[in-house]
């Protein structure tokens, strides 16, 4: 096996989740020379792709595909302070969480539909509250998921857009 393909896999089983073109940054490869590998490590089930939210993500094959989802949307810095703010304060209404993360409740709202199509939080109407399903493992994949600088940009964008437009 190549040295790059073993450095892309060994990426993806550090930081399973990452999405095609942070692989390309981060390995500064060519987005040719990673698909090659990729595909080469897909055919041996090395590396497991998943489409999720727009994009590509990849991962080591023992993560199942409620686990996948969840990583692809806790790599996202307010959808992880969100579920921090639930796991912390639990069964929440939307309100209070969108003022505890400092966000709008539009982005809130944005947010927190992804997670609940996801498994990851339910939202209570008898109370109109949120919560996260699987407090324990929502717990560990939180621990695992690092949200990335381009994310992070996109999301402090969208914060100083809530705030101006406040």
Known sequence: MSDTRDSIERHIR?????????????????????????????????????????????????????ERA??????????????????????????????????????LSWHTERLAEAGLLEKRYDGHQLAVVDADRTAELLDTADPRLPERLVDRFTRLVDALLE
Do not use: C, M
């Open 70 to 107: 969840a990583l692809a949307l806790l790599r996202r810095e307010t959808s992880a302070e969100i579920v921090a703010a639930l796991l912390d304060e639990g069964p929440s209404r939307p309100v209070d969480i969108a003022e505890s993360v400092g966000i709008a409740r539009s982005t």
């Open 14 to 66: 550090e930081d399973p989740g990452v999405h095609f073109n942070e692989l390309v940054r981060t390995l500064d490869l060519a987005p040719g020379q990673v698909q090659y590998h990729v595909r080469k490590l897909r055919r041996r089930s090395a590396v497991v792709t998943d489409e999720l939210f727009g994009r590509t993500h990849y991962y080591p094959p023992e993560y199942d595909e409620w």
